[in-house]
Protein backbone atom coordinates (compact mmCIF):
# COMPACT_ATOMS: atom_id res chain seq x y z
CA UNK A 1 0.00 0.00 0.00
CA UNK A 2 1.42 3.32 -1.09
CA UNK A 3 1.84 4.89 2.55
CA UNK A 4 2.87 8.73 3.78
CA UNK A 5 4.06 9.17 6.56
CA UNK A 6 3.88 12.86 8.27
CA UNK A 7 6.19 12.96 11.55
CA UNK A 8 4.95 16.28 13.91
CA UNK A 9 7.94 15.94 15.90
CA UNK A 10 7.99 20.16 15.67
CA UNK A 11 4.26 20.50 14.75
CA UNK A 12 2.92 21.34 11.83
CA UNK A 13 2.44 24.63 9.65
CA UNK A 14 0.74 24.89 5.98
CA UNK A 15 4.21 26.19 4.93
CA UNK A 16 6.40 23.70 6.02
CA UNK A 17 3.91 20.70 4.82
CA UNK A 18 3.76 21.77 1.56
CA UNK A 19 7.65 22.26 1.53
CA UNK A 20 7.98 18.88 2.82
CA UNK A 21 6.07 17.46 0.25
CA UNK A 22 7.45 19.86 -2.60
CA UNK A 23 10.83 17.28 -1.91
CA UNK A 24 9.05 14.08 -2.71
CA UNK A 25 9.04 15.27 -6.50
CA UNK A 26 11.89 14.29 -8.32
CA UNK A 27 11.22 17.41 -10.97
CA UNK A 28 10.65 20.26 -8.69
CA UNK A 29 10.57 22.89 -11.33
CA UNK A 30 8.09 21.63 -13.30
CA UNK A 31 6.17 21.01 -9.74
CA UNK A 32 6.83 24.57 -8.91
CA UNK A 33 5.42 25.61 -12.62
CA UNK A 34 2.31 23.80 -11.63
CA UNK A 35 1.87 25.64 -8.30
CA UNK A 36 1.92 28.80 -9.81
CA UNK A 37 -0.23 27.43 -12.96
CA UNK A 38 -2.85 27.50 -10.26
CA UNK A 39 -3.26 31.43 -10.64
CA UNK A 40 -4.68 31.96 -7.44
CA UNK A 41 -4.97 35.27 -7.41
CA UNK A 42 -1.91 37.77 -6.30
CA UNK A 43 0.16 34.59 -4.83
CA UNK A 44 3.39 33.83 -6.09
CA UNK A 45 5.10 30.36 -4.72
CA UNK A 46 8.85 30.00 -4.59
CA UNK A 47 10.92 27.53 -3.24
CA UNK A 48 14.49 27.48 -1.55
CA UNK A 49 16.66 25.39 -0.19
CA UNK A 50 17.74 25.70 3.52
CA UNK A 51 20.26 24.26 5.97
CA UNK A 52 19.33 23.69 9.73
CA UNK A 53 21.60 22.14 11.70
CA UNK A 54 23.45 20.95 9.33
CA UNK A 55 20.36 19.08 7.65
CA UNK A 56 19.53 20.76 3.91
CA UNK A 57 15.79 20.88 3.39
CA UNK A 58 13.46 22.90 1.98
CA UNK A 59 11.01 26.47 2.70
CA UNK A 60 8.31 27.15 0.58
CA UNK A 61 7.78 30.81 0.54
CA UNK A 62 4.52 32.32 -0.59
CA UNK A 63 4.66 36.03 -2.17
CA UNK A 64 0.99 37.93 -1.78
CA UNK A 65 1.80 40.93 -4.54
CA UNK A 66 5.16 40.29 -4.48
CA UNK A 67 5.40 40.60 -0.78
CA UNK A 68 6.07 37.71 1.80
CA UNK A 69 3.85 38.10 4.90
CA UNK A 70 6.59 37.64 8.00
CA UNK A 71 6.74 34.37 10.33
CA UNK A 72 4.08 36.48 12.88
CA UNK A 73 2.07 37.89 10.40
CA UNK A 74 2.10 34.59 8.22
CA UNK A 75 -1.05 32.85 10.09
CA UNK A 76 -1.42 35.24 13.08
CA UNK A 77 -2.66 38.32 11.57
CA UNK A 78 -2.84 41.05 14.40
CA UNK A 79 -4.66 43.77 13.20
CA UNK A 80 -7.96 43.36 15.24
CA UNK A 81 -9.83 45.79 12.27
CA UNK A 82 -9.76 42.92 10.05
CA UNK A 83 -12.07 40.92 11.72
CA UNK A 84 -14.42 44.01 10.65
CA UNK A 85 -13.56 45.55 8.16
CA UNK A 86 -11.90 43.28 4.90
CA UNK A 87 -12.43 45.35 1.96
CA UNK A 88 -8.26 45.63 1.47
CA UNK A 89 -7.37 43.01 -1.37
CA UNK A 90 -5.27 41.17 0.78
CA UNK A 91 -7.91 40.38 2.88
CA UNK A 92 -10.80 41.26 0.87
CA UNK A 93 -11.86 37.20 0.82
CA UNK A 94 -11.61 36.41 4.25
CA UNK A 95 -15.45 34.93 4.98
CA UNK A 96 -16.45 31.40 3.88
CA UNK A 97 -18.42 32.84 0.66
CA UNK A 98 -15.12 35.12 -0.35
CA UNK A 99 -12.89 31.96 -0.39
CA UNK A 100 -15.69 30.20 -2.55
CA UNK A 101 -14.98 32.53 -4.51
CA UNK A 102 -11.84 32.15 -4.90
CA UNK A 103 -11.48 28.64 -5.15
CA UNK A 104 -14.46 27.51 -6.91
CA UNK A 105 -13.90 30.17 -9.41
CA UNK A 106 -10.31 31.09 -9.98
CA UNK A 107 -7.90 28.27 -9.23
CA UNK A 108 -7.47 26.33 -11.64
CA UNK A 109 -7.21 22.78 -10.77
CA UNK A 110 -9.55 19.55 -10.64
CA UNK A 111 -12.88 19.26 -8.77
CA UNK A 112 -10.76 17.16 -6.41
CA UNK A 113 -8.34 19.33 -5.30
CA UNK A 114 -11.45 22.17 -4.59
CA UNK A 115 -13.42 19.95 -2.72
CA UNK A 116 -10.22 19.28 -0.69
CA UNK A 117 -9.57 22.81 -0.33
CA UNK A 118 -12.74 24.03 0.90
CA UNK A 119 -13.37 20.79 3.23
CA UNK A 120 -10.10 21.58 4.81
CA UNK A 121 -11.79 25.46 5.01
CA UNK A 122 -14.83 24.02 6.45
CA UNK A 123 -12.74 22.49 9.46
CA UNK A 124 -11.41 25.70 10.19
CA UNK A 125 -14.46 27.14 9.87
CA UNK A 126 -16.63 25.01 12.25
CA UNK A 127 -13.83 25.63 14.74
CA UNK A 128 -13.34 29.32 14.81
CA UNK A 129 -17.42 29.23 14.89
CA UNK A 130 -17.45 27.25 18.23
CA UNK A 131 -14.39 29.62 19.74
CA UNK A 132 -16.27 32.80 18.36
CA UNK A 133 -19.80 31.94 18.97
CA UNK A 134 -21.24 32.93 16.08
CA UNK A 135 -22.28 30.80 12.82
CA UNK A 136 -20.03 29.28 10.29
CA UNK A 137 -21.36 32.02 7.52
CA UNK A 138 -20.33 34.95 9.63
CA UNK A 139 -16.62 33.67 10.11
CA UNK A 140 -13.84 36.39 9.50
CA UNK A 141 -11.07 34.53 9.08
CA UNK A 142 -8.36 37.06 10.23
CA UNK A 143 -5.92 34.38 11.31
CA UNK A 144 -6.28 31.78 7.84
CA UNK A 145 -8.43 33.27 5.75
CA UNK A 146 -5.53 35.70 3.77
CA UNK A 147 -4.13 34.52 0.25
CA UNK A 148 -1.18 33.16 1.30
CA UNK A 149 -2.99 30.60 3.58
CA UNK A 150 -4.95 29.66 0.66
CA UNK A 151 -1.44 29.07 -1.16
CA UNK A 152 -0.37 26.76 1.60
CA UNK A 153 -3.80 24.50 1.75
CA UNK A 154 -4.04 24.32 -1.91
CA UNK A 155 -0.39 23.56 -2.68
CA UNK A 156 -0.64 20.60 0.34
CA UNK A 157 -4.34 19.28 -1.55
CA UNK A 158 -2.60 19.24 -5.29
CA UNK A 159 0.47 17.55 -4.45
CA UNK A 160 -1.20 15.22 -2.31
CA UNK A 161 -3.48 14.81 -5.32
CA UNK A 162 -0.51 14.47 -7.81
CA UNK A 163 0.91 12.03 -5.35
CA UNK A 164 -1.61 9.58 -4.93
CA UNK A 165 -0.99 8.04 -1.58
CA UNK A 166 -3.55 5.18 -0.37
CA UNK A 167 -3.16 6.06 3.43
CA UNK A 168 -1.37 8.97 5.32
CA UNK A 169 -0.47 8.44 9.09
CA UNK A 170 1.23 11.10 11.63
CA UNK A 171 2.52 10.79 14.70
CA UNK A 172 1.06 12.52 17.58
CA UNK A 173 1.25 16.02 16.98
CA UNK A 174 3.72 18.40 19.10
CA UNK A 175 1.98 21.60 19.77
CA UNK A 176 4.29 23.72 21.78
CA UNK A 177 3.38 26.05 24.52
CA UNK A 178 3.49 29.21 25.75
CA UNK A 179 1.23 32.06 24.25
CA UNK A 180 0.72 33.46 20.79
CA UNK A 181 0.05 36.85 19.44
CA UNK A 182 -4.14 36.68 17.84
CA UNK A 183 -6.42 39.18 16.12
CA UNK A 184 -7.85 38.94 19.51
CA UNK A 185 -4.68 39.50 21.31
CA UNK A 186 -2.69 37.74 23.47
CA UNK A 187 -3.57 33.64 23.26
CA UNK A 188 -2.62 30.17 25.24
CA UNK A 189 -0.86 27.91 22.65
CA UNK A 190 -2.57 25.47 21.45
CA UNK A 191 -4.71 28.70 20.21
CA UNK A 192 -8.14 28.57 20.93
CA UNK A 193 -9.37 27.45 17.47
CA UNK A 194 -6.52 24.91 17.12
CA UNK A 195 -7.16 23.53 20.10
CA UNK A 196 -10.80 23.02 18.78
CA UNK A 197 -9.48 21.50 15.60
CA UNK A 198 -6.88 19.27 17.26
CA UNK A 199 -10.20 17.45 19.79
CA UNK A 200 -9.45 13.39 19.28
CA UNK A 201 -6.08 13.86 17.89
CA UNK A 202 -3.35 12.89 20.21
CA UNK A 203 -1.04 15.97 21.34
CA UNK A 204 1.64 17.00 23.22
CA UNK A 205 4.09 20.04 24.32
CA UNK A 206 7.92 19.81 25.71
CA UNK A 207 9.27 21.58 28.62
CA UNK A 208 12.43 22.74 26.27
CA UNK A 209 10.61 23.98 23.41
CA UNK A 210 7.93 27.60 23.94
CA UNK A 211 6.22 28.67 21.22
CA UNK A 212 3.72 27.93 18.97
CA UNK A 213 4.12 24.73 16.88
CA UNK A 214 1.19 24.06 15.57
CA UNK A 215 -1.24 26.09 13.31
CA UNK A 216 -4.66 26.59 12.51
CA UNK A 217 -3.35 25.60 8.84
CA UNK A 218 -1.65 22.57 9.75
CA UNK A 219 -4.21 21.20 12.25
CA UNK A 220 -7.15 21.02 9.92
CA UNK A 221 -4.50 19.87 6.75
CA UNK A 222 -3.98 16.87 9.41
CA UNK A 223 -7.52 16.40 10.23
CA UNK A 224 -9.25 16.49 7.05
CA UNK A 225 -6.43 13.84 5.43
CA UNK A 226 -4.88 12.10 7.89
CA UNK A 227 -6.46 8.27 8.84
CA UNK A 228 -4.55 7.59 12.09
CA UNK A 229 -2.67 9.14 14.53
CA UNK A 230 0.18 6.81 15.68
CA UNK A 231 4.15 5.79 15.53
CA UNK A 232 5.22 4.93 12.25
CA UNK A 233 3.99 1.54 10.61
CA UNK A 234 6.28 -0.79 9.30
CA UNK A 235 7.14 0.01 5.96
CA UNK A 236 9.34 0.53 2.77
CA UNK A 237 10.84 4.18 2.80
CA UNK A 238 11.65 5.25 -0.85
CA UNK A 239 11.17 8.77 -0.56
CA UNK A 240 12.15 11.49 2.43
CA UNK A 241 10.68 15.27 2.51
CA UNK A 242 12.02 17.88 4.86
CA UNK A 243 9.90 21.59 4.94
CA UNK A 244 11.78 23.58 7.55
CA UNK A 245 10.47 26.88 9.67
CA UNK A 246 11.05 30.10 9.72
CA UNK A 247 11.88 30.35 13.51
CA UNK A 248 14.95 28.42 15.28
CA UNK A 249 14.45 26.70 18.14
CA UNK A 250 16.89 24.27 20.58
CA UNK A 251 15.28 21.56 18.28
CA UNK A 252 15.63 21.46 14.89
CA UNK A 253 12.37 23.15 13.65
CA UNK A 254 11.62 20.66 10.63
CA UNK A 255 8.72 18.91 9.36
CA UNK A 256 9.59 14.89 7.69
CA UNK A 257 7.33 13.28 5.42
CA UNK A 258 8.17 9.60 4.23
CA UNK A 259 6.52 8.16 1.60
CA UNK A 260 6.99 4.37 0.95
CA UNK A 261 4.99 1.37 0.66
CA UNK A 262 3.35 -0.05 3.89
CA UNK A 263 1.59 -3.87 4.21
CA UNK A 264 -2.05 -3.59 3.44
CA UNK A 265 -4.31 -2.78 6.17
CA UNK A 266 -6.28 -5.65 5.05
CA UNK A 267 -3.97 -7.78 7.65
CA UNK A 268 -3.56 -5.50 10.62
CA UNK A 269 -6.26 -6.39 12.76
CA UNK A 270 -7.42 -5.24 15.88
CA UNK A 271 -8.00 -7.29 19.15
CA UNK A 272 -10.30 -5.97 21.54
CA UNK A 273 -10.87 -7.79 24.98
CA UNK A 274 -12.25 -7.82 28.27
CA UNK A 275 -12.95 -9.91 31.50
CA UNK A 276 -16.03 -10.69 33.07
CA UNK A 277 -16.96 -13.08 35.89
CA UNK A 278 -20.65 -11.79 35.96
CA UNK A 279 -22.59 -13.40 33.18
CA UNK A 280 -23.96 -16.90 32.39
CA UNK A 281 -23.14 -18.95 29.40
CA UNK A 282 -26.37 -17.59 27.48
CA UNK A 283 -25.37 -14.29 27.93
CA UNK A 284 -21.61 -14.67 26.53
CA UNK A 285 -23.06 -16.86 23.59
CA UNK A 286 -25.26 -13.90 22.67
CA UNK A 287 -22.34 -11.51 22.95
CA UNK A 288 -20.30 -13.60 20.57
CA UNK A 289 -23.47 -14.01 17.91
CA UNK A 290 -23.78 -10.12 18.69
CA UNK A 291 -20.30 -9.12 17.65
CA UNK A 292 -20.16 -11.66 14.84
CA UNK A 293 -23.07 -10.20 13.58
CA UNK A 294 -21.39 -6.44 13.86
CA UNK A 295 -18.11 -6.95 11.72
CA UNK A 296 -16.42 -8.61 14.01
CA UNK A 297 -13.66 -10.93 12.25
CA UNK A 298 -13.89 -13.15 14.68
CA UNK A 299 -14.82 -13.68 18.20
CA UNK A 300 -14.55 -16.01 20.96
CA UNK A 301 -13.52 -16.84 24.76
CA UNK A 302 -11.01 -18.05 27.27
CA UNK A 303 -10.96 -19.60 30.51
CA UNK A 304 -9.27 -17.16 32.95
CA UNK A 305 -9.01 -17.29 37.24
CA UNK A 306 -9.62 -13.66 38.35
CA UNK A 307 -9.06 -11.37 41.54
CA UNK A 308 -10.63 -12.90 44.94
CA UNK A 309 -10.13 -16.54 43.21
CA UNK A 310 -12.98 -16.59 40.72
CA UNK A 311 -13.08 -18.19 37.71
CA UNK A 312 -14.20 -15.69 34.43
CA UNK A 313 -14.12 -15.72 31.32
CA UNK A 314 -11.91 -13.18 28.56
CA UNK A 315 -13.96 -12.29 26.01
CA UNK A 316 -12.04 -11.69 22.79
CA UNK A 317 -13.15 -9.45 19.25
CA UNK A 318 -10.91 -9.18 16.36
CA UNK A 319 -12.06 -6.72 13.86
CA UNK A 320 -10.71 -3.70 11.70
CA UNK A 321 -9.80 -0.33 12.15
CA UNK A 322 -12.52 1.37 11.09
CA UNK A 323 -15.31 -1.25 12.76
CA UNK A 324 -13.48 -0.73 16.09
CA UNK A 325 -15.97 1.67 17.48
CA UNK A 326 -19.23 -0.43 16.62
CA UNK A 327 -17.30 -3.28 18.12
CA UNK A 328 -16.59 -1.63 21.21
CA UNK A 329 -19.98 -0.57 21.58
CA UNK A 330 -21.37 -4.16 20.84
CA UNK A 331 -18.98 -5.71 23.97
CA UNK A 332 -20.33 -2.32 26.35
CA UNK A 333 -23.99 -2.61 25.39
CA UNK A 334 -24.03 -6.70 25.76
CA UNK A 335 -21.56 -8.09 28.22
CA UNK A 336 -21.14 -6.81 31.95
CA UNK A 337 -16.91 -5.22 31.15
CA UNK A 338 -16.89 -1.31 32.28
CA UNK A 339 -13.20 -1.94 30.54
CA UNK A 340 -11.68 -3.16 27.13
CA UNK A 341 -8.29 -3.47 25.84
CA UNK A 342 -6.57 -3.19 22.40
CA UNK A 343 -4.19 -4.59 20.75
CA UNK A 344 -3.15 -4.23 16.89
CA UNK A 345 -1.49 -7.04 15.61
CA UNK A 346 -0.16 -7.82 11.82
CA UNK A 347 -2.49 -11.00 10.74
CA UNK A 348 -0.60 -13.04 7.60
CA UNK A 349 -3.60 -15.04 6.13
CA UNK A 350 -3.65 -17.84 2.77
CA UNK A 351 -5.20 -16.23 -0.49
CA UNK A 352 -8.45 -17.80 -0.62
CA UNK A 353 -10.94 -18.21 -3.65
CA UNK A 354 -14.42 -20.06 -3.76
CA UNK A 355 -15.02 -22.66 -6.48
CA UNK A 356 -16.96 -25.39 -7.05
CA UNK A 357 -16.61 -28.88 -7.54
CA UNK A 358 -19.45 -32.15 -9.34
CA UNK A 359 -19.61 -34.73 -7.46
CA UNK A 360 -22.16 -38.18 -7.36
CA UNK A 361 -24.02 -35.83 -5.26
CA UNK A 362 -24.13 -32.72 -7.19
CA UNK A 363 -22.10 -29.30 -6.80
CA UNK A 364 -19.93 -29.15 -3.93
CA UNK A 365 -18.35 -25.63 -3.07
CA UNK A 366 -14.96 -25.77 -1.55
CA UNK A 367 -12.64 -23.14 -0.56
CA UNK A 368 -9.29 -22.98 -1.87
CA UNK A 369 -6.31 -21.67 0.33
CA UNK A 370 -2.82 -20.71 -1.15
CA UNK A 371 0.53 -18.89 -0.52
CA UNK A 372 3.23 -18.89 1.73
CA UNK A 373 4.61 -22.46 0.17
CA UNK A 374 1.33 -24.31 1.03
CA UNK A 375 -2.13 -24.91 -0.68
CA UNK A 376 -5.34 -26.90 0.89
CA UNK A 377 -9.09 -27.02 0.35
CA UNK A 378 -11.86 -27.03 1.85
CA UNK A 379 -15.62 -28.06 0.99
CA UNK A 380 -18.16 -25.97 2.86
CA UNK A 381 -20.01 -27.28 5.47
CA UNK A 382 -23.34 -26.18 4.46
CA UNK A 383 -22.97 -28.25 1.17
CA UNK A 384 -21.53 -31.57 2.88
CA UNK A 385 -24.67 -31.43 5.75
CA UNK A 386 -27.36 -30.84 3.08
CA UNK A 387 -25.82 -34.01 1.36
CA UNK A 388 -25.69 -35.52 5.17
CA UNK A 389 -29.27 -35.45 5.42
CA UNK A 390 -30.47 -36.66 1.90
CA UNK A 391 -28.68 -39.92 1.86
CA UNK A 392 -27.59 -40.95 6.12
CA UNK A 393 -23.84 -40.87 5.30
CA UNK A 394 -21.72 -39.38 7.51
CA UNK A 395 -19.24 -36.25 6.63
CA UNK A 396 -16.17 -38.32 6.49
CA UNK A 397 -17.84 -41.04 4.35
CA UNK A 398 -19.02 -38.14 2.30
CA UNK A 399 -15.63 -36.89 2.20
CA UNK A 400 -14.22 -39.87 1.08
CA UNK A 401 -16.45 -40.41 -1.53
CA UNK A 402 -15.82 -36.56 -3.62
CA UNK A 403 -11.95 -36.86 -2.51
CA UNK A 404 -9.77 -34.30 -2.14
CA UNK A 405 -9.47 -32.90 -5.97
Known amino acids: MKTLYISCDMGVAGDMLSAALFELFDDREALLRELN ?11 ETVNKCGVSGT ?4 YVDDTEED ?5 HHHHEEEHHHHDGHRHSHNGMHGITHIVKDHICANDKVKNDVMNVYQIIAEAESRVHGVEVSDIHFHEVGTADAIADITAVCYMLEKLQVEEIIASPIHVGQGTVKCAHGILPVPAPATAQILKGVPIYSKENIVGELCTPTGAALLKYFVKSFKAMPPMTVEKIGQ ?31 CNVDDMTGEEIGY ?69 KKETEFGEVRYKRSFGYGTERIKYEYDDLSAIAAKTGLSLREILSKIGKE
Request: hydrophobic share 40%; aromatic share 4%.
Open 37 to 47: GLQIPHIRYEA
Open 59 to 62: QMHV
Open 71 to 75: EEMHE
Open 243 to 273: GMGKKDFTQINCLRVFLGTSPDLEDQVVELS
Open 287 to 355: ALNKLMENGALDAFTVPIGMKKGRPGIMIHAICRENNKLQILQTLFKNTSTIGVRETVKNRYVLDRVLE
